[in-house]
């Protein structure tokens, strides 16, 4: 045995002592045909290519593969040999591409997506849509919730890529920011701030009973961080379009992102309070665990998220 630790050589790696696939081919096609120049042809290699790569490859092997003459090219009985090794490896090297394909196939036959509930109420759809167009082979399963449920559920391996609208983005994941958004406070028009014309200063909206998303919500870890403290809660919900409804009912100001709030302002069920002395803008990000860059589909949907 060689220091190295291999027999037949000084060189440790048998990448160095066996030709590469693109040359073992060549001298199929070769023995195939008969002629080096229509084994160039083939695959689509002028012949002086060919050339070379014969003759480097009998330089690697140290033997002679094939004779050329004006009738053609001929394997010389070590090149036959040769050959029929070849055969048998390359054989092996299209059996292992058609399992990696496999694998991709599976892999891109699905996507687990875990958003945060204004991202996947106003945003997903229409980067769903549009992944379709590209991938419609693709079936997509979206489990909505808040942004410490999409962190869990990536961490877990229960999700390829998620969104979330938090301040901070939990330990064991990275991110992208794909938006920005801001929240605003909002409240029925019959609401006694509807009529106010001054802003609401952030002392009172921080003294007042707000209709709250839960603990955990992006949305909520805004609003607590932007007034210095916990909100009061009037009433706390898990999803944004309980919140609306709560608002335009008329039990109380709520604070949303105005992504969620479009039509109800546009129709007057809602009415936008302005207020003072606080910052609720925030951003839009996705995420995924750490070290682990999206692939397959989960690539194509973040792409798709930055158009």
């Known amino acids: 045995m060689s220091e190295g630790g291999t027999d037949g050589g000084p060189e440790g790696?048998?990448?160095?002592?066996?030709?590469?696939?693109g040359a073992l081919e060549l001298l199929l096609a070769v023995a195939r045909l008969g002629s080096l120049g229509g084994a160039a042809r083939e695959l689509g290699i002028t012949q002086p290519a060919a050339s070379s790569r014969i003759r480097s490859m009998e330089r690697q092997l140290g033997v002679a593969l094939v004779d050329r003459s004006p009738r053609g090219s001929r394997l010389t009985d070590a090149g036959a040999l040769v050959t029929d090794w070849a055969r048998r490896v390359v054989e092996a090297a299209a059996a292992f591409?058609?399992?990696?394909?496999?694998l991709r196939h599976r892999r891109d036959s699905r996507l687990r997506v875990a958003a945060s509930m204004t991202i996947a109420e106003y945003l997903l759809p229409g980067w769903l849509l549009a992944l379709r167009s590209g991938r419609p082979d693709t079936a997509v399963s979206l489990l909505a919730g808040n942004s410490t449920t999409?962190?869990?559920?990536?961490?877990?391996?229960?999700?390829?890529?998620?969104?979330?609208?938090?301040?901070?983005?939990?330990?064991?994941?990275?991110?992208a920011v794909?938006?920005?958004?801001h929240l605003i406070v909002v409240t029925a028009p019959t609401h006694p701030w509807a009529r106010r014309r001054r802003p609401v200063p952030a002392t009172e909206l921080a003294a007042t009973p707000l209709i709250l998303r839960e603990k955990g919500s992006g949305t909520r870890q805004v609003l607590d961080a932007a007034l210095g403290g916990?909100?009061?809660?009037?009433?706390?919900?898990?999803?944004?379009?309980?919140?609306?409804?709560?608002a335009v009912?008329?039990?109380?100001?709520?604070?949303?992102?105005?992504?969620?709030?479009?039509?109800?302002?546009?129709?007057?069920?809602?009415?936008?309070?302005?207020?003072?002395?606080?910052?609720?803008?925030?951003?839009?990000?996705?995420?995924?665990?750490?070290?682990?860059?999206?692939?397959?589909?989960?690539?194509?949907?973040?792409?798709l998220t930055r158009g």
């Open 230 to 246: 916990l909100a009061r809660p009037l009433i706390e919900l898990s999803s944004t379009t309980a919140v609306k409804a709560s």
């Open 97 to 102: 591409d058609a399992g990696a394909q496999a």
């Open 178 to 181: 794909i938006a920005h958004d």
């Open 249 to 303: 009912s008329g039990a109380g100001p709520a604070v949303l992102s105005e992504l969620a709030v479009g039509e109800e302002l546009a129709t007057r069920r809602l009415v936008r309070i302005p207020v003072e002395g606080v910052t609720l803008a925030r951003d839009l990000k996705a995420v995924w665990p750490t070290g682990h860059r999206p692939t397959g589909p989960a690539r194509d949907l973040l792409s």
């Open 13 to 21: 790696s048998i990448a160095h002592r066996v030709p590469d696939l």
């Open 150 to 175: 999409v962190a869990e559920r990536l961490l877990a391996d229960e999700a390829d890529l998620g969104f979330v609208e938090g301040l901070s983005v939990p330990p064991g994941l990275d991110s």
